[in-house]
């Protein structure tokens, strides 16, 4: 899940990152009530009051912009990825928010903290997870944006949008329809998300939400440096 908010800090990770979102997060039902993600938003009531690993249903996302895209794997890999989710549920406290990311993508720093994530790079590293690389081997010491997320989300043959638009008009039930719909048209992976064994959206007969029309009414406080 991509989304676009209009906080002040979303802005200026547009504006740094020459994109269009701002956040990304992981999902595991088509309803987005299973979401999961790092959120930087301070808190001092909190066990851990700058910020970390949260649970984020759609709902949170109130009207602000999102993308919803999906893919399959084996098994296996789910498996992997459910642990994998549990043990950060489990030992939250135990993670971070990397609230000096800016500085890093800024400057190229590599990111060696285990222990401290953005959203990004915390989906990022869960999509690895499931045996799903979007990067070269030599960009994942580099802190992954959400615009870098979408770029490599955009082309990839075995990832697809399901949803473009306000998160408060989501139909969980519609993207219910189209998951199964792909899941019937679509082998699963095999070993890796780089090969094009897949039928794209376009090979395919059904009804996807059209991505360029949910973003030409878009406005944001700073314009891309592109």
């Excluded at 919803?68 to 939250?92: A, D, H, S």
């Excluded at 039928?199 to 009804?207: T, V």
Aim: charged residues 30%.
């Amino acid at each position: 899940i991509l989304v676009s908010r209009k906080k002040v800090i979303s802005n200026l990770i547009k504006y740094f990152t020459g994109g269009d979102v701002s956040h990304a997060a992981i999902g595991f039902d088509p309803e987005l009530h299973d979401v999961w993600s790092f959120d930087g938003t301070i808190d001092l009531k909190a066990k851990n009051p700058l910020g970390g690993f949260l649970n984020e249903p759609v709902e949170v996302y109130e009207e602000h912009y999102i993308e919803v895209y999906c893919t399959f794997f084996k098994k296996k890999y789910y498996e992997n990825l459910r642990y994998t989710i549990e043990y950060f549920k489990k030992n939250k406290d135990d993670f971070g928010f990397d609230h000096i990311s800016f500085l890093k993508y800024l400057f190229g720093i590599d990111v060696n903290q285990t222990n401290k994530f953005v959203c990004s790079s915390f989906t990022d590293r869960m999509l690895q997870v499931a045996n799903i690389n979007l990067r070269n081997a030599n960009e994942y010491k580099k802190l992954v944006s959400p615009q870098k997320l979408k770029s490599e989300l955009s082309v990839n043959r075995k990832i697809f949008l399901l949803y473009a638009g306000k998160a408060n008009e989501y139909d969980g039930k519609k993207v219910d329809g189209l998951v199964k719909a792909l899941s019937k048209n679509a082998e699963y992976f095999s070993e890796s998300a780089i090969n094009d064994n897949l039928l794209s959206i376009e090979e395919m007969d059904i009804d996807f939400f059209p991505v360029e029309e949910a973003v030409k009414d878009l406005k944001f406080t700073f314009k891309s440096k592109r």
